[in-house]
């Protein structure tokens, strides 16, 4: 059974750093392209950050330069590396598992929230 | 940036009818990216229709996608009580990457 299973939220002042960590089950992160997607409070669904399996990345403008995406292959683990985070990032963070060859995520954790505020 | 619009935004309904919810997008969409997730209040999406028209695993046959170049739908033919919650379209290119509608809320 695959499974993701999201950790590393909490309550964060602006200006500070936060990694999140993207434990997966039931498959192999380093041959699946995988991604980050986030939902602030009462809002809807933000695409973030993906790592494709050449290990080749990309973000949204919104974190460009900020955020950086990473996996360890001997964890299984996937991670998102947040600076200079911003009250504008205060979010829940969902890890997903794209479906080769379509786009789409067929595979969620159960997202944690990071709140960015003093 | 390929930007993805549903219509409408809420939608009133009752068990048993029939829904038709929009997506329209900004540049064109392969066939094959384009989905439709369901999104529960305090749960995670799940997808429910990949690649414009295939029904993901463990979704009725109730739920049907459509559509091409620059305009999908989703279709729910019978409501059903669980069926109420909000529905995102999202698509893929190597260009612009990985996008979301705003959503539609089916309500009761």
């Known amino acids: 059974e695959v499974q993701l299973v999201e950790s590393g939220g909490g309550l964060i002042q602006p200006g500070r750093s936060l990694r999140l960590s993207c434990a997966a089950s039931?498959?192999?992160?380093?041959?699946?392209?995988m991604s980050w997607v986030r939902q602030a409070p009462g809002k809807g669904l933000e695409w973030v950050s993906v790592?494709?399996?050449?290990?080749?990345?990309y973000y949204a403008d919104s974190v460009k330069g900020r955020f950086t995406i990473s996996r360890d292959n001997s964890k299984n683990t996937l991670f998102l590396q947040m600076n200079s985070l911003r009250a504008e990032d205060t979010a829940v963070y969902y890890c997903?598992?794209?479906?080769?060859?379509?786009?789409?995520?067929?595979?969620w954790g159960q997202g944690t929230l990071v709140t960015v505020s003093s | 940036e390929n930007v993805l619009t549903q219509s409408p935004g809420t939608l009133s309904l009752s068990p048993g009818e029939r829904v038709t919810l929009s997506c329209r997008t900004s540049?064109?969409?392969?066939?094959?990216?384009l989905a439709w997730y369901q999104q529960k209040p305090g749960q995670a999406p799940r997808v429910v229709i990949y690649?414009?028209?295939n029904r993901a695993t463990g979704i009725p046959d109730r739920f049907s996608g459509s559509g091409s170049g620059t305009d999908f739908t989703l279709t729910i033919s019978r409501l059903e009580p669980e069926d109420f919650a909000v529905y995102y379209c999202?698509?893929?290119?190597?260009?612009?990457?990985?996008?979301f509608g705003q959503g539609t809320k089916l309500e009761i």
């Open positions: 997903a598992r794209g479906r080769p060859n379509f786009g789409d995520y067929e595979n």
């Open positions: 039931g498959f192999t992160v380093s041959t699946n392209y």
């Open positions: 790592i494709y399996i050449d290990g080749d990345t």
């Open positions: 540049q064109s969409v392969s066939s094959s990216s």
């Open positions: 690649g414009t028209s």
């Open positions: 999202q698509q893929y290119s190597r260009s612009t990457r990985y996008t």
